[in-house]
């Protein structure tokens, strides 16, 4: 599958969150694959269109195309972009973004300001 030319489908992130009846001092959703870890605000999440995708184009997420669970944020830096899901958190504080680190660390501080603009 060609990831540029695909159509996402799963569910959106603030749909499942909000099954989850998040206590009132959690601002932030941390998702997470092995030490990767990006962190967005809660109230992003709630605004936006983020999915848990499962499949593109109507077929099963493969390990190339980021399954079996995927974040896409529409708009998003890549580095929000997790492959490969394992585990979605809601949280107090944003802690360790080690997305925030990487991107800064490949690409520069010009791009760790942009990032702190969006929460």
Known sequence: MDEAAL????????DLLALADPLPGARFVAVAQGGYVAVLPLQAVE???FLLADQGNGQP?????????RL???GWPCLY?????????LVVHDGVQTARAIATR?????????????G
């Open 106 to 118: 490949r690409l520069g501080r010009a791009f760790s300001e942009r990032l702190s603009d969006r």
């Open 7 to 14: 159509t996402w489908s799963g569910y959106r992130l603030r």
């Open 47 to 49: 605004a936006h269109d």
């Open 61 to 69: 997420l493969s390990a190339k195309t980021g399954g079996l669970w």
């Open 72 to 74: 896409v944020a529409p």
């Open 81 to 89: 972009q997790a492959k490969s899901v394992e585990r979605v958190a």
